[in-house]
């Protein structure tokens, strides 16, 4: 069974809202530790529009699990990123305009730039993950670049309208999973990962990780986060 990681950059979405102290960051990563998320995942993004450099700080210092702080690999953030030192990195392609993350991040036509920033955040001790779509040129950049991992875009899976072309694209990141792991990399997945399709990823051999955040967030409207927490728990590990 993967591990699970909640992104909590929602809590951050919703305290932004009102520009109000809650509600508290630092409390929702420590309900989804207690309902047994094995990591906590936030996004740093250069807008600042949800997580707070001061989010990031006081995650660090407070979750017992383990931080996996998404960016881009520009120089502010990355100063940042050495600076906190989180367990994980995970290097994404950031636009100002988009509502989340489109696509993966080309690897393979930036070796040279991404490559730097690599080596910086894993000379610092940090594991350094790329979010790339399923794609074989980009798991074989990723590797030449020295990352540890890789986290395999599930955005066209989720987003897929018909069940024909949704088991294509699990097609596609089954066999892009396989060559991850020959390749020796870890394989992550994640992005519109919700109740109805995570089981399908999860169940992908060799996955290590999850990381999910909307749709957890969104259902602890309903149910509260623990509950939201361990119903995404329970469902990938039946
Ligand atoms: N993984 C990456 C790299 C992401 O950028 C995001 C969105 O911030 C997620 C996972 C989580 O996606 P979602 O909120 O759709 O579950």
Known sequence: MPKLGVNIDHVATLRQARREGFPDIVEAAIACELAGAEGITCHLREDRRH???????ALKRS???KLNL???ASEDIVRIALDVKPRDVCLVPEKRHELTTEGGLDVAGNIKSLGDVVSRLRSSGIKVSMFIN????QIVASKEIGADCVELHTGHYANSRSAQERAKHLAVIKEASVRVLESGLILN????LDYSNARDVAVIPGMRELNIGFSIIARALFVGLENAVREMKKLCAE
């Open 70 to 72: 998404e960016m881009a």
């Open 134 to 137: 399923p794609d074989k040129n």
């Open 51 to 57: 997580i707070q450099d001061a989010d990031v700080y």
């Open 189 to 192: 997945c994640g992005h519109g």
């Open 63 to 65: 979750i017992k699990t």
